[in-house]
């Protein structure tokens, strides 16, 4: 933690911003923690799947081959894992460590306590620091397995090197990864190690920590023999009946980062490392001796690197493995070096908690850290159990310590609470870590409440973890009633990934957010809550909204409550200010004048009213992290579409609509405009009769008509008495009609003052429906075009399917478009999900919510910290439910008595698996024509290459799985043309006989039943391949005769050499 050239010298301080564990009796560190303060012994007998404990105890401790002890502490499920969670194959994770596996999924628990979503990380320079010092399932696995079954993954699964790269690998990190070995001191390193990479900018971001997992008895067997365990399974630390420690099995990790960045971060600071140092016993009694003297200088050697006085040192978590060699010599160098200038009234407290849970070893460093933390946190140090008698080997009244026999008070006082923890391992290297209490929060506006409909989001891989999560929120909120809405919103918005099966619930209090978490834990619909399962982020089209969907206060309350909506409609306002008789905010907003009603009705400010809106909507959406894909806007709408695109500034647009509304308005009325829900040929035939009309619009569903009022009126008569549904739109002038013609010259004038720029994304020109070219000019002779010429909306629609868009969101002041999108859609297939981002009956703020949590339920991700109040604070709301399933290196099922023998194909077989029964037949001596022989031999031979297919497929790739799924919806557009592969027999005739039937063209290709036949089917269904349009449907397996069966059988076993030739290539 210190340069080389000074190793005196103070060093830098770093922040402990999140942790995590699994520990005997406690599957979380909140749990570890009740452990701690109830004081309870987590020790318990040898699980019976671990080892039959009773076949190898002996209570004679140095007994060949046996344990003198059939205690040790244990975590429950610990072969149990997620593996789908982390995209890993059942194959590989059989042959994974389960201390990897612990330290995968505690890893990721950690990062989310620390206020961060680890999906979040990748590509950063996070580094992993990690302690592991056995090797049990590898032990077992090579004992085990023959051969033959061991695979790649054995290797990768049980190396050290792996587990600190697989967590840098599966979360995209790229900071240093290091396993460190030093055995029981193992973790402790880690964290010294981390400190040191932050200091020397190798990563800015650390975990660090440690496992140990106990699934042998052969490391007890070695120690029970060393006479290191104590037979009754409890560590008795400092007591005079310490004989031995007891083993334990586990799992910790930190998260560190530089005080000065978590500070600035605004992180919630666990706690802070002051300093550390690591050292060696070297030459000491013997190898596995405790060196006193080298303790002694590693805790000398941590306090001044943190510049902290012996006497400031309040508590001392020890080594304490409760031997009779260690104890005095740990307790001696602990009185040494942190009793100097102690007043005698403020003796070290020491404790360890090897008592509560036993000796992790490689965990034991973290778990000692972890409980430091926890006792900093909880203001409250725990008692030290299994000390009655204090041990004689130590000289307790020279040295200033007192064993902490009963919990004791740790407030925060005039002076930082600080605490030292050692690990020392058996090797001789020895480590020690000084803790300090985190700094208090600077005042400010934390956790304020915030009113208005929120957004609370949950995530996770499957359905059951997603009602498993709402559950868990739901009890932690009800055990912490002082948490805000804003808090927890915030928090499971930026502090968690999200993943493909998703709930968004929109609240106004917590009672409701409650209830909606009851709805998702029960897996009940409810008001307010979308589901839905999104596996990538949509394409996306936003649809600006055209003149007639205003009305007066349209989004006032976003004016009101959103900062990014207010200051671009006021720099909306502010650009047309001079254009303008009547400010453009109380012709919006006001809802009691007439006046500013009825100006709200008039072109002049309709226009920059919309632009105004709209521009206000695209932007509080873009400062939430969603971007369209593509743009689309209806008539007016096209401005603000353009402006989106980056055709012109947000000053120019607004100066542009309110100078198009201002000509447009000076015309004289007498226009009007009408929807007419007949073919388009229908409402085109009208103008045969009426030349004056002009087409406005070819919506799809309806075709608007415009021009004179008299002659509208007439042509709207005549279609309503052909029962021809007709509706008059709310309109001041007849848009895209020949009554804008005096003003287009003018108007063309006035757009080429503006500077346009190329689309700097797909924007489609509504009226062509296709989109515009980066060559295209959009200069005032394409907005005189635009204003003249019909909107070609169901164009532009066929467009936006043929791109794919899966998301429509209208940006306007209510639904109008998309309703029209949807009966445009071409394909009924895949019609797209719609978003409305404000309607005139709902209130602004609870809409633009709603529609923010239909995007994020189809696959958006929504920038969760701009849509949180700036007040909201990060809470340590529950982590990821994890879905264990048990993996064991060998299928339970599976005899493991029975090894797998390699051996040659014979003759018989390589028949056997070619489907040449004939062949088969008379190699084993009976007649080809003899029926009966012929009917086996194919059975045989199917249920023989079933099997081996499937061994093959498993081999070859990660795992098959057959899920349920939903038939697929029978197609019935257009006739195509269908290539069918089987023979013409009566099994498939049926099927045959309704293609023709619904008028589709068919073609059959029979089954290959040699090798030039099969040449020949190859090319056939290559050429096929390149033919357009034509679907091939595979029906062999429908037949079961023989020649099928001979068919399928040849090509299975052609095919299935190349696609695991593929496969293999590809992994």
């Known amino acids: ?233 409890r560590c008795k ?103 100097e200038g102690r007043e005698a009234d403020r003796p070290l407290l020491i404790g360890s908690a090897k008592t509560n849970i036993g000796h992790l070893e490689a965990a034991a460093g973290i778990a000692g850290v972890i409980k430091v933390i926890l006792a900093l946190e909880h203001e409250t140090l725990p008692r030290h159990l299994n000390f009655d008698n204090p041990s004689p080997h130590i000289p307790w009244h020279r040295l200033p310590v007192q064993v902490l026999t009963e919990a004791r008070p740790w407030h925060r006082a005039d002076r930082p609470r600080i605490a030292g923890v050692s690990s020392f391992g058996f090797a001789g290297t020895n480590a020690h870590v000084i803790l300090e209490e985190a700094p208090l929060p600077a005042p400010g506006d934390i956790g304020q409440a915030a009113e208005g409909p ?103 309350g976003l004016y009101d409550s959103e900062p990014v909506f207010a200051a671009t409609v006021d720099a909306c306002a502010d650009a047309v200010a001079d254009l303008l008789d009547t400010p453009l905010l109380d012709v919006v907003f006001e809802t009691d004048s007439a006046e500013a009603q009825d100006a709200l009705r008039q072109t002049s400010y309709a226009q920059p009213a919309l632009f105004a809106v709209e521009m206000g909507l695209a932007r509080l959406w873009q400062s939430w992290g969603l971007q369209p894909d593509v743009v689309l806007g209806h008539s007016v709408g096209q401005y603000t579409a353009a402006c989106v695109a980056g055709v012109f500034d947000l000053a120019a647009g607004a100066r542009l609509m309110a100078l198009r509304g201002k000509l447009f308005g000076s015309l004289p009325a007498g226009g009007r405009m009408a929807a007419i829900f007949a073919p388009a040929d229908r409402v085109e035939a009208v103008l045969d009769d009426i030349p004056t009309l002009s087409v406005a619009a070819y919506n799809g569903a309806n075709t608007v008509l415009s021009g004179p009022a008299a002659d509208l009126e007439k ?30 010259d003018e108007f063309e004038v006035a757009a080429d003052q503006f500077t346009y720029g190329t689309p700097q994304r797909i924007l ?43 998301v429509l969101v209208e940006i306007g002041p209510r639904p109008v478009l998309t309703a029209a999108a949807l009966s445009a859609w071409p394909d009924p297939a895949s019609t797209p999900r719609v978003i ?26 929504p920038d969760f910290g701009a849509v949180s109040p700036t007040t909201a604070r ?91 799924l939903p038939a697929a919806r029978l197609d019935t557009g257009d006739a195509h043309s269908w290539l069918v592969v089987g023979d013409d027999t009566a099994a498939i005739r049926p099927l045959i006989d309704l293609l023709t039937a619904r008028g589709h063209q068919h073609r059959i290709v029979g089954l290959p039943a040699s090798d030039a036949e099969e040449a020949a089917f190859t090319d056939t269904m290559r050429a096929a391949a390149d033919e357009p349009n034509l679907r091939i449907l595979h029906v062999a397996a429908l037949d079961d005769g023989e020649s099928s069966m001979r068919s399928l059988l040849r090509m299975q076993h052609s095919v299935l050499p190349g696609t695991r030739r593929a496969i293999c290539a590809d992994a």
């Open 836 to 861: 409305a981002s404000l309607r005139p009956t709902v209130d602004d703020r609870r809409q633009i919510t709603e529609a923010l949590a239909d995007a994020y339920v189809l696959g958006h991700h």
């Open 454 to 556: 929120q957004l609370l989001p949950l995530s996770a891989k499957t359905p059951t973890a997603l009602s498993a999560l709402a559950g868990a929120y739901r009890e932690w909120w009800t055990a912490h009633p002082e948490a805000t809405l804003a808090d927890v919103c915030f928090t499971a918005g930026v502090a968690r990934a999200h993943t493909e099966h998703r709930a968004a619930l929109v609240a106004d209090t917590r009672d409701g957010a409650l209830e909606l978490l009851d709805a998702v834990a029960d897996d009940r619909p409810a008001p307010g809550l979308v589901r839905g399962e999104a596996h990538d982020v949509p394409k996306t089209a936003w649809l600006f909204t055209g003149q007639g969907s205003q009305y007066p206060g349209m989004a006032r």
């Open 764 to 806: 489609i020109d509504n009226r062509t429906g296709a989109a515009l070219g980066r060559s295209t000019s959009l200069d005032g002779a394409y907005w005189r075009r635009h204003a003249r010429q019909p909107v070609q909306f169901a164009a532009s629609i066929r467009t936006l399917a043929e791109m794919n868009c899966k």
């Open 874 to 964: 990060v809470l340590d709301l529950p982590t990821y439910p994890f879905e264990h399933r048990r993996y064991w290196f060998r299928d339970e099922n599976e005899q493991a008595e029975a090894p797998k023998q390699a051996s040659a194909r014979t003759a018989a077989v390589a028949l056997l698996e070619d489907g040449r029964i004939d062949e088969l037949a008379t190699l084993l001596g009976s007649s080809a024509d003899d029926p009966l022989a012929r009917d086996l031999l194919s059975k045989l031979a199917a249920q023989h290459n079933q099997q081996r297919d499937a061994q093959s497929i498993s081999d070859a790739r990660y795992e098959v799985r057959w899920d349920v």
């Open 1 to 233: 933690m210190v340069s080389a050239a000074d190793p005196n010298e103070p060093a830098p301080r770093f922040a402990v911003v999140g942790y995590a564990a699994r520990l005997p009796g406690s599957p979380d560190a909140d749990a570890f923690w009740d452990l701690l303060r109830e004081g309870r012994d987590a020790i318990s007998e040898v699980p019976a799947d671990r080892w039959n404990a009773e076949a190898f105890y002996d209570a004679e401790p140095g007994a060949p081959g046996k344990v003198a002890t059939r205690r040790a502490g244990f975590v429950d499920d610990v072969t149990g894992f997620d593996a789908p969670f982390f995209g890993m194959s059942t194959r590989e994770v059989r042959q994974m460590d389960p201390q990897h596996r612990l330290l995968l999924e505690t890893s990721w628990h950690a990062l989310e306590h620390a206020g961060i979503a680890p999906s979040t990380l990748a590509g950063s320079d996070t580094g992993v620091f990690v302690g592991l010092a056995t090797h049990d399932y590898l032990g077992i696995m090579s004992d085990q397995l023959d051969y033959p079954e061991i695979e790649a993954y054995m290797a990768i699964g049980t190396s050290n090197a792996a587990a600190a790269g697989r967590i840098s690998y599966r979360l995209g990190l790229q900071g240093p990864a290091v396993a460190v070995d030093t055995a029981c001191s193992s973790s402790l390193v880690a964290i010294h190690q981390a400190c040191q990479a932050l200091q020397l900018g190798e990563c800015d971001l650390a975990l660090a920590g440690g496992a140990n997992v106990l699934l042998t008895p052969a490391t007890m067997i070695t120690f029970s023999n060393a006479h290191m365990l104590a037979p009754d399974g």
């Open 237 to 339: 630390t400092f007591d005079a009946a310490a004989d031995g420690y007891v083993r334990g099995e586990g799992c910790g990790i930190v998260v560190i980062k530089r005080l000065e960045d978590a500070v600035r971060d605004g992180d919630h600071i666990r706690a802070v490392i002051r300093g550390s140092a690591i050292n060696q016993d070297g030459a000491s009694g013997g190898l596995t001796v405790p060196n006193g003297v080298a303790q002694q200088r590693v805790i000398g050697a941590a306090l001044r690197r943190a510049g902290v006085a012996p006497r400031d040192v309040d508590y001392l978590e020890a080594h304490g493995t409760g031997t009779s060699l260690g104890d005095p010599i740990e307790a001696q160098a602990a009185g040494a070096a942190l009793g």
């Open 715 to 744: 042509a709207v008569a005549a279609l309503a008495a052909d029962n021809i549904r007709c509706d008059w739109l709310e309109t001041s002038h007849a848009f895209h009609s020949a009554l804008l013609d005096p003003i287009l």
